[in-house]
């Protein structure tokens, strides 16, 4: 089955999104510039590529406002998805843990001291996660599965959803295992994943052992794709384009839902509009 694989796209797009949330309280300081720019040249762009970055970013900020949390709570759940984010391929760097040390402190928090604990928590989840599911396992206790060809519901039906950008979705009939056809959905060539803790937590919710992934176009950035409501507001970030939203397996694999009423209340729970269920 066909991936995406990184490009410098792919990496563009994520220091697009770190500029603009260093950006969120109106300005972004040398120190902050300098610092991002290390950590796109760690990510293997070029000058004019970082250039780039900073232009994508003064363009989306008269579409998209970012503004800072009011509560500290609120502050807290941005620099945790934040920090999942540095955190995706399973390491965070120096560099990276700076610029949310300074994000931290434009929030108000004592920012060694607020990292270190969001760092610990979320390894503390990732553990006890583990944890759980090991226990789960060895005692046997009945747990919801996420649906496959051998438990099917609502009719078997294997379905998927697209979160449009006019906070707008619809429900498809498709199957992910034919992945080369999927990113033609959203008029994409390659797609990107978006693991976030908001998914998560309604995978877990709805007591499924796989979690909830929304995938979005790879280029959707630099092809000055509308922002997407929903989806700037599960990621700390910009989110440009119709988003995709599958299952995902231990190992990656992406997989369709097969319980309608599941996805239904997916689509509530991300305060999104249910337009359409195609079904043949």
């Keep these: 089955m066909a991936q995406s694989y990184p490009t410098n796209s792919v990496q563009m797009a994520h220091v697009v999104n770190l500029i603009s949330i260093a950006m969120i309280d109106g300005s972004i300081a040398e120190e902050e510039k300098n610092l991002i720019f290390q950590i796109a040249s ?42 999942l984010m540095m955190m995706i391929d ?5 560099r990276e843990r700076q610029y949310l040390v300074i994000l931290a402190e434009k929030f108000g928090f004592d920012g060694e001291k607020a990292v270190d604990l969001l760092i610990q928590h979320i390894n503390n989840e990732i553990r006890q996660s583990l944890a759980d599911n090991s226990e789960t396992t060895s005692d046997e206790a009945p747990t919801k599965e996420a649906p496959t060809e051998e438990t099917p519901t609502k ?48 995978s877990k919710k709805l007591g499924y052992s796989e979690h909830i992934t929304g995938w979005v176009d790879n280029k959707g950035l630099l092809r000055g794709l509308p922002s997407n409501p929903i989806g700037c507001k599960i990621y700390p970030g910009n989110i440009v ?38 079904l043949d």
């Design 241 to 278: 384009g119709d988003m995709i939203l599958t299952l995902e397996d231990a190992s990656y694999k992406p997989m369709s839902f097969t319980n309608l009423d599941d996805l239904k209340q997916v689509v509530a729970d991300l305060g999104a509009e249910l337009v359409n269920v195609f």
């Design 42 to 83: 760690d990510l293997g762009l070029t000058k004019d590529e970082f250039q780039q970055c900073i232009d994508i970013s003064q363009k989306a900020k008269n579409k998209v406002v970012y503004e800072v949390p009011e509560g500290d709570s609120d502050r807290l759940a941005l620099l945790k998805n934040l920090t």
């Design 155 to 202: 009719g078997g039906h294997k379905l998927i959803a697209i979160i449009k950008t006019d906070g707008k979705s619809d429900i498809l009939e498709f199957d992910v295992e034919n992945w080369d056809e999927l990113p033609g959905f959203v008029d994409a060539d390659r797609l990107d994943a978006i693991r976030v803790q908001p998914l998560y937590d309604i």
């Design 90 to 94: 399973g390491r965070i760097t120096a």
